[in-house]
C-alpha cells in the first residue's frame, strides 16, 4: 500500500494525478502546511526537505513530486514514453522540475505572499516564468503532449503548474490565455480525464487551513524569522 503525503498545491497534485490515472492502492494523508505539520518528526523522517508531496511505497519514501511520478511510471510501466523518446522526457521532466516549478512558485510569491514591494524579485520571476511558458507553449504548438504522440508523466508534471498560470502571472486572464491557446488546449484535455473528476471528489472530502495569517506565514515563509532577528 502507498502512503501520499499530500495537499492540492501544484506539486502534490502531479503526484495525486499519477496515482489515480494507474489505479494504484494508496491511502491520501493530508499534510496541512500552513499548520506547520510538515515540520513533524514523523514527517521529517519520510521527507528531510519539509515538502510536499510524498510518498512511502512498502517501507521505500520516495519525496520530490518529479522523482515520485518517474518512480510510479517505473514501478507501473504506464505513461512512460518509448525508448526513442527517453532522452525528451528526462530533459523536458528536469526543466519542469528545475524551471517551470520553481520560477512559477517564485512569482505567485512574490506577486501575491509579500507585502513588502520587491519590483526587481518580481521582475526577474515574472520574466522567468513568462519565458519557460512560451516555450512550453511554443512545444505544444507542434504536438499534443509534451513527450512524442502519447500521453504521459511529462504531461502530469506540466498540468500540475499550468492550471495556475494566471495566478503565477498575473494581469488579464483572458489576454493569458490568447498568448497560451495550446496550454490551455493541452489543460482541458487533462481535466476531462476520469483521474480528474476522482481528484475532485477527493478535494471535497478534504479541507486545509485557508487563512494566510500569522501562523501561517511563521511556517510557510520560516525565512521572516531570520529578518526578526536582525
Not at 485557508?210 to 501561517?216: F, H, I, P
Amino acid at each position: 500500500m502507498i502512503h501520499c503525503y499530500f495537499t492540492f498545491a501544484p506539486n502534490p497534485m502531479k503526484v495525486l494525478l499519477m496515482l489515480e490515472e494507474t489505479e494504484l492502492d494508496y491511502t491520501p494523508v493530508p499534510i496541512d502546511t500552513r499548520k506547520g505539520e510538515q515540520f513533524a518528526p514523523e514527517f521529517l523522517a519520510i521527507n528531510p526537505n519539509a515538502k510536499v508531496p510524498a510518498i512511502v511505497d512498502d517501507g521505500k519514501a520516495v519525496f520530490d513530486s518529479n522523482a515520485i511520478l518517474l518512480y510510479l511510471a517505473e514501478k507501473t510501466g504506464q505513461f512512460l514514453p518509448g525508448d526513442a523518446h527517453r532522452h525528451e522526457m528526462l530533459s523536458w521532466l528536469m526543466f519542469i522540475a528545475s524551471g517551470i516549478g520553481p520560477f512559477s512558485g517564485q512569482a505567485v510569491h512574490f506577486r501575491h505572499h509579500m507585502k513588502e514591494e520587491n519590483v526587481y524579485a518580481l521582475n526577474r520571476y515574472d520574466f522567468e516564468a513568462n519565458r519557460h511558458w512560451t516555450l512550453i507553449e511554443e512545444r505544444l504548438s507542434r504536438q499534443a503532449w509534451m513527450v512524442g504522440d502519447q500521453y504521459s508523466i511529462v504531461d502530469m508534471a506540466c498540468w500540475g503548474w499550468a492550471r495556475l498560470i494566471p495566478h503565477a502571472l498575473g494581469g488579464d486572464e483572458k489576454a493569458l490565455w490568447e498568448r497560451f491557446p495550446h496550454i490551455q488546449r493541452f489543460i482541458s484535455a487533462i481535466n476531462s480525464r476520469p483521474a480528474v473528476a476522482r481528484i475532485d471528489a477527493l478535494k471535497r472530502q478534504h479541507s486545509f487551513k485557508a487563512e494566510n495569517d500569522a501562523e501561517a506565514r511563521k511556517h510557510m515563509f520560516p525565512q521572516l524569522a531570520r529578518l526578526q532577528m536582525t
